[in-house]
């Protein structure tokens, strides 16, 4: 955590052995601990120097999480930046520049320690990040890093920490590939090639190869290219698709949205990028689908970061499908929507230059939310509260809640979803189920009524500034769009009788808990 300036100073007076940390001013400012493509060696830390003059880092080290020491001659000049990485080659390769590295260890994903000291040994810098609210959660494709919001913010505070993406994905994505397009396709009644991955290869000639519009299949009635000969003669149908991209290094993601059944592979450019319901990435024409699918829905795919397939100019997309069986399947069928995301600065990490999510003005943020009791029965009240980390005369706090109802569920990409919030302010008056005026800690109370028993309450909680500017927790980015609790009162006992004219038999709540016990 890095001391305020005043505090700094005093301890500057105070104790002269710390004053490689008054002059170094530099700050650990971005973190790549979890990639989206597990088996590349690119996690890095960045350094940032937030003063005008250069450090000299000679002789530095990162410690606790991973270990590097900085060779002699090592920099950081006047607000500029420095990343250290686990393969400097690897690196390179996916994002550029030049590295310092390797380092000796890896980057735990789920949260741990690092800490920067100087050559002397004094702490210069420690994080430790976590994984989970208020930390951003990072690691699906395109693949975030977390990155610190403004270098004169608490870098121990995963409140001051946002994952490196801005703007609005959804308004920048450019369709390479639309639903219903026109493939090249070959009846899998034999391998598309020989050897058999050539057919995925830029150079490999498509002689005998069929031409079609998508959806191509059978046994449904929004076929557009049929295949009356698939069934009892053949399992598999190879596709292949020419695109022409422009700017490929701007393109930050891949969203694919796949309609099939049963099964599929998908390469780029010979690299392998999605796959479902198969058991290898390699099968053989003849192989079956794991399984049989009755699903009409597109299913959308994050591919890996683009930036180690996708090239300038021509790109070949092929597609393996297969289905569940050679004769016992009714129906088979397969349509494709690639859409790609510009713009790489916005989209993932910014190592060497400064945090897309950087902001000149604080935020508001919420520094814990908490509901007790924690698993409340029927009719019993509940009180959400939080911290807010600034409180201003103008701003406002407040919980919303949603009663979900047992069989009722609503997923969070159904329209429902935003429907039906009830909004509580929250206050610290020590009123209303609030503890304690004036301590800091907000509170509201969700009235007895709404806590029913096998029902599930969802909440969040906001904070908006006298400037409009509002935050939301569980914060963007967190995988889980709401807190939540539900309500039990336990399992009822249990009596009947095996027949009419038998003695009846009752199990109490507690001979019925000895088993598992499940809510559908």
Same mark, same amino acid.
């Given at each position: 955590?890095?001391?305020?300036?005043?505090?700094?100073?005093?301890?500057?007076?105070?104790?002269?052995?710390?004053?490689?940390?008054?002059?170094?001013?530099?700050?650990?400012?971005?973190?790549?601990?979890?990639?989206?493509?597990?088996?590349?060696?690119?996690?890095?830390?960045?350094?940032?120097?937030?003063?005008?003059?250069?450090?000299?880092?000679?002789?530095?080290?990162?410690?606790?999480?991973?270990?590097?020491?900085?060779?002699?001659?090592?920099?950081?000049?006047?607000?500029?930046?420095?990343?250290?990485?686990?393969?400097?080659?690897?690196?390179?390769?996916?994002?550029?520049?030049?590295? @310092?590295?390797?380092?000796?260890?890896?980057? &735990?994903?789920?949260?741990?320690?690092?800490?920067?000291?100087?050559?002397?040994?004094?702490?210069?810098?420690?994080?430790?990040?976590?994984?989970?609210?208020?930390?951003?959660?990072?690691?699906?494709?395109?693949?975030?890093?977390?990155?610190?919001?403004?270098?004169?913010?608490?870098?121990?505070?995963?409140?001051?920490?946002?994952?490196?993406?801005?703007?609005?994905?959804?308004?920048?994505?450019?369709? @390479?590939?639309?639903?219903?397009?026109?493939?090249?396709?070959?009846?899998?009644?034999?391998?598309?090639?020989?050897?058999?991955?050539?057919?995925?290869?830029?150079?490999?000639?498509?002689?005998?190869? @069929?031409?079609?519009?998508?959806?191509?299949?059978?046994?449904?009635?929004?076929?557009?290219?049929?295949?009356?000969?698939?069934?009892?003669?053949?399992?598999?149908?190879?596709?292949?698709?020419?695109?022409?991209?422009?700017?490929?290094?701007?393109?930050?993601?891949?969203?694919?949205?796949?309609?099939?059944?049963?099964?599929?592979?998908?390469?780029?450019?010979?690299?392998?990028?999605?796959? %479902?319901?198969?058991?290898?990435?390699?099968?053989?024409?003849?192989?079956?689908?794991?399984?049989?699918?009755?699903?009409?829905?597109?299913?959308?795919?994050?591919?890996?970061?683009?930036?180690?397939?996708?090239?300038?100019?021509?790109?070949?997309?092929?597609?393996?499908?297969?289905?569940?069986?050679?004769?016992? %399947?009714? &129906?088979?069928?397969?349509?494709?929507?690639?859409?790609?995301?510009?713009?790489?600065?916005?989209?993932?990490?910014?190592?060497?230059?400064?945090?897309?999510?950087?902001?000149?003005?604080?935020?508001?943020?919420?520094?814990?939310?908490?509901?007790?009791?924690?698993?409340?029965?029927?009719?019993?009240?509940?009180?959400?509260?939080?911290?807010?980390?600034?409180?201003?005369?103008?701003?406002?706090?407040?919980?919303?809640?949603?009663?979900?109802?047992?069989?009722?569920?609503?997923?969070?990409?159904?329209?429902?979803?935003?429907?039906?919030?009830?909004?509580?302010?929250?206050? &610290?008056?020590?009123?209303?189920?609030?503890?304690?005026?004036?301590?800091?800690?907000?509170?509201?109370?969700?009235?007895?009524?709404?806590?029913?028993?096998?029902?599930?309450?969802?909440?969040?909680? %906001?904070?908006?500034?006298?400037?409009?500017?509002?935050?939301?927790?569980?914060?963007?980015?967190?995988?889980?769009?709401?807190?939540?609790?539900?309500?039990? &009162?336990?399992?009822? %006992?249990?009596?009947?009788?095996?027949?009419?004219?038998?003695?009846?038999?009752?199990?109490?709540?507690?001979?019925?808990?000895?088993?598992?016990?499940?809510?559908?």
């Amino acid at each position: 955590m890095r001391l305020p300036v005043t505090y700094r100073l005093f301890f500057l007076v105070t104790f002269t052995s710390l004053t490689a940390l008054a002059k170094g001013a530099v700050a650990i400012n971005e973190i790549h601990h979890d990639p989206d493509v597990k088996t590349e060696l690119v996690e890095f830390i960045e350094l940032h120097n937030t003063a005008a003059e250069p450090v000299d880092l000679s002789g530095w080290v990162i410690g606790d999480a991973v270990v590097f020491t900085f060779p002699d001659g090592s920099k950081i000049g006047g607000g500029g930046f420095v990343v250290v990485t686990h393969n400097p080659a690897q690196f390179k390769a996916k994002f550029g520049g030049s590295p @310092l590295g390797p380092w000796l260890g890896k980057l &735990d994903n789920g949260g741990e320690r690092i800490e920067l000291r100087d050559a002397t040994g004094q702490l210069v810098d420690r994080v430790r990040y976590r994984l989970g609210f208020p930390w951003p959660i990072v690691g699906d494709p395109p693949g975030y890093s977390i990155e610190l919001i403004h270098p004169d913010l608490d870098n121990n505070d995963g409140h001051n920490w946002r994952p490196s993406v801005r703007g609005d994905a959804s308004t920048k994505a450019n369709t @390479l590939v639309a639903k219903g397009s026109s493939w090249k396709y070959f009846k899998g009644t034999k391998e598309a090639s020989s050897p058999r991955t050539v057919w995925r290869k830029a150079a490999f000639t498509e002689s005998g190869w @069929l031409t079609g519009r998508t959806p191509i299949g059978y046994g449904e009635n929004f076929m557009k290219t049929t295949l009356g000969d698939m069934r009892n003669g053949y399992t598999s149908v190879y596709f292949r698709k020419k695109i022409t991209v422009k700017d490929a290094k701007k393109i930050g993601a891949l969203k694919l949205a796949l309609q099939f059944d049963d099964a599929f592979n998908m390469w780029i450019n010979g690299r392998h990028v999605a796959g %479902s319901n198969i058991s290898t990435k390699e099968p053989r024409f003849s192989t079956g689908a794991s399984s049989t699918i009755e699903e009409h829905d597109y299913v959308e795919f994050d591919l890996p970061s683009p930036g180690g397939y996708l090239i300038e100019g021509e790109n070949i997309l092929a597609i393996q499908a297969h289905n569940a069986s050679k004769g016992g %399947s009714s &129906d088979f069928f397969i349509d494709v929507e690639l859409k790609a995301t510009v713009g790489p600065a916005n989209r993932g990490p910014t190592p060497g230059a400064r945090n897309s999510v950087f902001a000149t003005e604080p935020l508001p943020r919420l520094a814990k939310v908490e509901h007790t009791p924690r698993q409340p029965k029927g009719g019993e009240a509940v009180v959400i509260t939080t911290v807010p980390a600034v409180k201003d005369d103008g701003s406002e706090i407040y919980a919303e809640y949603q009663l979900v109802r047992p069989g009722s569920y609503v997923h969070i990409d159904e329209s429902a979803y935003e429907r039906n919030w009830s909004k509580l302010p929250m206050n &610290d008056l020590g009123q209303a189920g609030d503890a304690q005026a004036s301590d800091g800690v907000f509170s509201a109370t969700v009235p007895k009524s709404v806590q029913q028993h096998r029902h599930l309450v969802r909440y969040r909680v %906001s904070v908006k500034n006298a400037t409009g500017q509002v935050a939301t927790a569980p914060y963007p980015g967190d995988p889980s769009p709401n807190f939540a609790y539900f309500c039990y &009162d336990g399992i009822p %006992s249990w009596s009947a009788k095996a027949k009419p004219s038998a003695k009846v038999v009752e199990y109490d709540s507690q001979a019925l808990t000895r088993v598992p016990v499940y809510h559908l």
